[in-house]
């Protein structure tokens, strides 16, 4: 019994090099098992909980600058609604064309943009997101007043000077900015 523990002590190790042992760890079933947690909790993340989107364009300038990657929060209004202020995607053709926008009107509200300016039921809406100081007075645009339904929100970019949307409906809203 005694010569059998001696020849398990006296058995050199098996040495891992030390760069197998930086990819993989010192156990790779371990590291492998790990691994396949990784895709999987990512791939569940990224299609249910979070979407990345590349802002394209000047529409949300200077909130948000031309060619920045954030994300969109998928969950955000499964419970609750949009609010005025939030910044959503909205969805154009499926789930290819996402654009970044600004909720400014709530279903029930009258809403107008008249030159760049946004009026819900005749007040001026006040919005601290716009810069009024790049406004030039023939590049607004302005729309008459619409009601907007019990499940529509009107959404427009921050530059107003080349920003022009208007109503959709909840479900092309596909959630808010997370980051």
Do not use: C
């Not at 791939?43 to 394209?56: C, E, G, N, S, T």
């Amino acid at each position: 019994m005694a010569d059998d523990v001696l020849e398990a002590e006296d058995r050199p190790q098996r040495r891992v090099p030390w760069w197998l042992a930086l990819v993989v760890g010192r156990n790779p079933k371990r590291t492998f098992i790990r691994l396949i947690i990784w895709v999987f909790g990512s791939v569940l993340i990224f299609k249910f909980a979070l979407a990345p989107i590349r802002i394209r364009g000047l529409s949300m300038m200077p909130t948000f600058r031309n060619d920045t990657i954030h994300f969109i929060n998928k969950l955000a209004y499964k419970r609750g609604t949009p609010q005025r202020g939030d910044v959503v995607a909205v969805r154009l053709a499926g789930d290819k064309v996402l654009l970044l926008k600004r909720v400014v009107g709530l279903p029930g509200e009258r809403v107008a943009q008249v030159k760049g300016r946004i009026f819900i039921d005749g007040e001026l809406l006040e919005e601290p997101w716009v810069s009024r100081t790049s406004f030039t007075p023939r590049g607004l645009s302005s729309r008459g007043e619409e009601q907007l339904g019990p499940n529509q929100y009107f959404v427009t970019g921050d530059n107003r000077e080349i920003s022009d949307f208007g109503p959709v409906t909840l479900d092309k809203i596909m959630g808010r900015l997370w980051f």
